[in-house]
Each structure stands twice: as C-alpha cells, then as structure tokens.
C-alpha cells in the first residue's frame, strides 16, 4: 500500500500492479524482464538504465531544490486539502482524457523576477505540453 499523507481522509490508495516506468522497478524486476526480453528490448532497456544512473546525481540534485522551494513557498495558513483536492483532480482528468495533465504555479514558485506561493489560489490544472512551454514564465 502506498502512504497516504495525513491531511487527506480517504482509504490508502493500491499501488498500481505494473510500474510505470524502470525507475519504479527493483533490481530483481528489472533482471527478471531482461531475461524474458529480446535482444532489443534488452538493450533499450540498459540504455534506458545506463542514462538514469549517469543523470542521477543532476536529476537527484534537482529535485531536492524543488522540494525545498516548495516547502518555503508553503505558508503555514494554506490549505493543505485543497491543494491535495486539485493534483487529485489533475489524475482524474489525465485518466479521463488520456492527455498528461500538470498542475501549474500562476506564479512559479521560482520564477526570475517573482516567486509565488504553494497555495490552491495559485495552482491550476493544464495539459503537460502547456506547462513545459511556460517553464518559470509569468505574464501579468
């Protein structure tokens, strides 16, 4: 089962029966499907692997940076369900849609000349390919 953060008052949610993608497997999963793999599969999925580990530090790096920014952009005031309420609706629409969905900061939290908050008034839900080409962008 996958924890479920306190703040949201529903039933721990399964995990899904087949990772997504190979960062989610173990190193016993991974050898099991090179063996059952053809040759190209199998060397797809070394490179694929091969790439992670060399990005690993960078991405690692990365996102430790993100989830401090998010953190101190998080005042003690927001409402942690209603921010939890939209990435909740975010899945339902990807799911719904089949298109992958983003949930946006109006106001990026680490933006050039301003950085906005982690609350719910400044999230929105887009398609990823809005969200990408926004980048730390704001218009006013």
């Not at 099991?32 to 960078?58: F, V, Y």
């Not at 106001?107 to 000349?113: A, F, R």
């Amino acid at each position: 089962m996958v924890d479920v953060p306190v703040f949201l008052n529903s039933a721990p949610v399964p995990e899904p029966s087949k990772p997504r993608n190979i960062r989610t497997y173990t190193s016993a999963q991974i050898e099991s499907l090179l063996r059952k793999a053809d040759p190209e599969e199998r060397e797809a999925i070394n490179n694929h692997r091969r790439q992670w580990l060399a990005n690993t530090g960078r991405g690692a790096g990365y996102e430790a940076k993100r989830r401090s920014q998010k953190l101190r952009a998080t005042p003690k005031w927001a409402d942690l369900e209603a921010i939890a309420r939209i990435y909740c609706e975010r899945d339902a629409i990807t799911r719904k849609t089949g298109i992958v969905h983003h949930v946006d900061h109006i106001i990026p939290l680490q933006g050039k000349t301003v950085c906005g908050l982690h609350v719910a008034a400044n999230l929105r839900i887009v398609p990823a390919s809005v969200n990408v080409r926004k980048g730390r962008k704001h218009k006013p």
